[in-house]
């Protein structure tokens, strides 16, 4: 009995100092390292997904899904559901271009367009667009610590760096301490007014990763309106034809 | 004298086919009165609505910024400074001066976004150049240091605003970083430029130079000066940039009109085209008119001839006989012309009949009046009586060339 107790309290110990450990490290982390960490997790080489977006705006609901080919600075998107069919937008580093089969016309999204609903959806072009390192955009502090949906956060703020060109002036990342992977962002104007935020409902493990696979993007200046986002389907790493991410594959 | 008098008691013979004619002719007469009448006024008011809701008579600018104006970009802004603004201020024949810093926008009411062009303004200088305050249909323009906004009655009706609501207008900063603009409507303007009703916001300038991180720099600056003098102000100006370094221009209002200016002559081109026609009608009644005379009287014109009256004098007689319904035509078409464009002027034409003038590119917003144009009256009489005494010669000439015997013989 007595040998039993000591495993115990060697095993009680040893979770102790494993976890002190892990706790230690987690805080010493800087929030540039927090936030790289998160990058690393959240981005890839190559992906091919499937995915569908429910877009609703007040009683009315329109779900989209799509088939998306990406690659760390392109992607091809190409809308399957029977009224978009066709539908493909591509984007070539910062280029977005789109193609309408109705109108057989590429169109060259820009300027103001940009900040338009992609698709009606609450994300607009120009989120899709935001492919840069956040660490070169914004500098980052933690705010704070709390938990989100169960899981333990730190709360980090970024603020645009002076002189680049960002979208959103102020963001604040809630990122699951030990996924890292972030579950809840608020975009803020310079203003102080938050204009969107994205909040991460599910997210699995695959091959090797945490991807959320089903997050909601709100516009904060419209009531009763959310785009959720489901990944229904992806795989990393698959080679990609380089013709892929052409003018001639949009048509 | 006898060809003369016989030419104008012909005019009595035939009072049906006649009046029938001079009928054609001034139904013809008037409608093209009536289009040049209403084009005119249409040119007219378009113009007067680009000057005083748009434009002013002259903007001064970047070159730079002038070439992309439409872009409403926040680069090539022009930096405010105290003399620069009283250079132009100054200059003879500016009679005010409106600094404007116009940005893109997404208008949001919680609900729903539309795009918008916001536009900056000092009320008080605003105030000197357009004629937009005289429009407000509910509530104020805002007055000096308040932050409020104006806008349109339609771009209200879109997004169901009321005077007193607030609105978010979000915009992009100079760094391309959203901002909101986050301020309460003072008034509803309904002005006759359908442009401003549609799609502007109207923010004081210092809300909008903070809002967009701009410092304090405008887009352009509008100018109202003496009308018709634009061009020798624009020299005046641009000589006094050129004296004190500046690489500013100033624009005429006719450069931001273009499509208007192009609208107004595809439209000379289409009054051309009416005036054809009409002229056409004119010419095709009277030579027919002259040919069924000439037929009729085939035996007539045998015996005068047989009788000793010569060829010429024979189409004096038709000449005049034609000229008579050229005159009687051309009078009728004047006067009910005149009646029509009088009506024109008084209460207009609703253009709510052919839908949304903007849609066409014409700046106007629900009643087109009519203007006077004395001399299309006189000229379009002159080339009546013209065009009847020239169409009439051939056939004339055509009857009094028949042989007197195979005339009077005639069955």
Known sequence: MKKIKGFLLIGIIISILITSLIITTAVEMTAEEIINKRDNNEYFDTAQMEAEMIIVSGNRKIIKTMVALTDKKNSFVEFT???DRGTKFLKREDDLWMFFPDAEEI???????LNQGMMGSDFSYQDVMEADKLTDLYDFKIIGEEEFEGRPCYILEGIAREGVKVSYYRRVSWIDKERFIG???ELYAESGRVLKETRVNEVQEIEGRWVPINSVMENKLRKDTYTEFIITLIKFNLEIPEETFSLQNLR | MFSFKLGLKNLTRQKRRNILIIFVIAFAFSSYLLMDSLMNGMEEMSFDNIKNYDTGNIQVAYPEYWEDRDELLLENLIYLNQDME???????GVLGMSPELRFKANLNNGIDEVAVRGVGISIEQYNEVFATQNFVVEGSMFAP???????????????DLKVNDYITLLVRTKEDTFNTIDIEIAGLVRAPNPMINNGIVFVPLDVAQEALNVDNMVSLFALKTVSGEEDRIIKRLVESFKNKDLDLKAYSWKESAASVIALSAAKKGGIGAVLSVVLLIGMLGIINNVILSALERTEEIGMMKA???????IVFVFMVEATGIGVLGGLAGCLLGYAGVSWLAKYGFSIAYVGDASDFGVPILDRIYGTWNYP?????FILGVIIAVLSSILPAYWAAHKDPVKAIYHR
Do not use: C, Y
Not at chain 2, 376 to 380: C, N, Q, T
């Open chain 1, 81 to 83: 559901n029977p009224q």
């Open chain 2, 376 to 380: 299309a009256f006189s000229f379009l």
């Open chain 1, 183 to 185: 579950l809840k962002e």
């Open chain 2, 145 to 159: 240091g308040e932050s409020k906004a104006v806008i349109g009655t339609s771009l209200a009706e879109l997004m």
């Open chain 2, 86 to 92: 009283e250079s132009i201020k100054n200059t003879d």
């Open chain 1, 107 to 113: 169109i060259k999204i820009s300027g103001h367009m």
């Open chain 2, 307 to 313: 009788l000793g009256m010569r060829e010429w004098e």
